[in-house]
């Protein structure tokens, strides 16, 4: 992927290949400003490759679809809508009844009742990416990209929001590629961590997790992982 | 804290600090009083004979017709720019290359004062209420496209993309997202163009009409230096002016409107 930007070509993203299966949780973790989201906004068809292809189930990807969507790491929600309308936002096609069971649905799921009729202005940022996830959830895509959702969130918030992904994950499995730049997170969610290199960004590698769920942060396995990670990535695990 | 709740917080507050501005104002009109009877020169009408000028104008009908005519004026002016500057603007700011095409044409028209356009609209449409909302008209729009153009840049990306993520058509894009996105921008522009519109017609009506609270103003002078009448013009379009900005302003106030002005 080569951006032009005044005069000048920059390769952000090189040689890249990268097969996903169905129900996967994939981690992209890199150092910054390594390509990350342009790989995300690549996949979610938000931009076109300069060269190759993405497919998603064979067929080519054209642009932004329903059946992918994007959460965004801040500013992600409508503020001139309500919790519920928010969710209900990807739902117009449904009739009045359907809309409402779904939006229950999912301000159950994301553990956002009683805000039903509250204005993102005075949520929460952990409420505010909960609202996001839940209105992505709503349209049932086949895959969630989730961009750094847990950036701005403080450390606590930020541990939280991870098993509530997890445990939505687990309930309705959908295939979810999260870009993230803590390891810890990655180790934490993934069933593969895919390392890129800096920019030009190739795979540096895939990791595999083969930790069952819930994993412990002391366990050997998890601490031998995150090592290997971090080696990875080309840093040492002493501080 | 933001205005908003700094403007709460005064609405609910005690009377005697509500009451303050007004003590402000009335401590002001009656040092006016002192110091014009002090000097009966005919430099400046007091307050006292300023209020008969305006019970003047109650008594004789005049007041309503002359409020109605000036209010009737700068709402039809300001009523067909809005109607044609907005939808304009939004266009030609989405689409950067009409941008760059209207640009130049727009930065050469702005700067003319509307009042440099009373002689060609005393030409097209003769003395009377065309010429008057013709200049209001004129007035407006610029105002009004350059903050619908502004508005539409203003919108941060992510929205449209999201917009896009969610397989919405052209048509739901404008009602769901742009429309909401620009809204709160819109009405800020609104209600500065207000102000204007409201500067202009006052003009606009001492040289192109024969009625409103413009031409109450400069017959009162010419009918024999009723500079009485001339200040009870003054106080009157001011005050109208107020209320009408403090309409626009409670426009603001709309909960789904008001995500743009929170600190977010």
């Given at each position: 992927m080569v951006f032009d930007r005044d005069g000048k070509s920059i390769a952000?993203?090189?040689d890249l290949n990268l097969d996903v299966s169905d129900g996967e949780f994939i981690c992209v973790v890199g150092p910054s400003g390594c390509g990350k989201s342009t790989l995300l906004n690549l996949m979610g068809g938000f931009l076109s490759p300069t060269r190759g292809a993405i497919t998603i189930d064979g067929e080519a990807v054209h642009g932004p679809d329903p059946r992918r969507i994007l959460v965004f790491?801040?500013?992600?929600?409508?503020?001139?809508?309500t919790v519920e309308g928010n969710i209900g936002f990807g739902l117009s096609r449904l009739s009045r009844t359907e809309r409402g069971q779904r939006i229950a649905h999912y301000v159950q799921m994301m553990r956002l009742q009683g805000f039903e009729h509250t204005y993102p202005s005075d949520l929460s940022g952990g409420m505010k990416q909960r609202l996001q996830v839940a209105r992505a959830l709503a349209v049932n895509p086949d895959i969630l990209y989730l961009d750094e959702p847990f950036g701005a969130l403080d450390s606590v918030t930020r541990h939280l929001m991870r098993g509530e992904l997890l445990r939505i994950w687990q309930a309705e499995r959908r295939t979810i590629i999260f870009v993230t730049h803590d390891i810890d997170e990655a180790v934490q969610l993934a069933d593969r961590v895919v390392v890129l290199s800096s920019r030009p960004a190739r795979i540096e590698d895939v990791l595999a997790i083969d930790i069952p769920h819930p994993r412990s942060m002391s366990a050997p396995r998890y601490l031998e992982l995150r090592d290997q990670l971090l080696n990875k990535i080309g840093l040492a695990y002493t501080v | 804290m933001t205005a908003i709740e700094q403007e709460k917080r005064f609405l609910s507050s005690s009377l005697s600090i509500r009451l303050r501005p007004i003590a402000f104002i009335v401590a002001l009109l009656v040092f006016w009083q002192i110091a014009v009877s002090r000097h009966p020169d005919q430099l400046l009408p007091g307050p006292l004979a300023v209020l008969r000028a305006i019970g003047e104008l109650l008594q004789h009908g005049l007041l309503a017709r002359y409020v109605v005519a000036s209010l009737f004026r700068v709402t039809w002016g300001f009523a067909l720019a809005a109607v044609l500057a907005i939808p304009l603007g939004l266009t030609i700011g989405w689409y950067r290359r009409s941008e760059m095409a209207f640009n130049p044409l727009v930065q050469i028209f702005r700067p003319i004062s509307p009042l440099a356009w009373i002689p060609l609209a005393i030409l097209w449409f003769g003395v009377g209420d065309f010429a008057a909302i013709f200049l209001i008209f004129v007035g407006c729009f610029f105002p009004l496209l350059l903050t619908a153009m502004s508005a539409v840049h203003n919108i941060p990306a992510v929205y449209v993309n999201i917009g896009r993520n969610f397989g919405l058509s052209t048509a739901q894009f404008i009602y769901r997202v742009l429309y909401p996105a620009v809204v709160p921008q819109l009405i800020i522009g609104a209600r500065i163009t207000m102000g204007i519109a409201w500067l202009v017609v006052v003009a606009a009506e001492m040289i192109a009409?024969?009625?409103g609270l413009g031409f109450l103003i400069i017959d009162a002078r010419n009918a024999g230096n009723r500079y009485d009448l001339v200040i009870a013009g003054m106080v009157i379009i001011g005050t109208i002016g107020l209320l009408l900005d403090v309409a626009m302003r409670s426009l603001e106030r709309v909960k789904s409107f008001r995500w743009s002005y929170s600190g977010d």
């Open positions: 952000v993203l090189e790491q801040e500013r992600g929600v409508f503020p001139w809508l | 009409v024969n009625s």
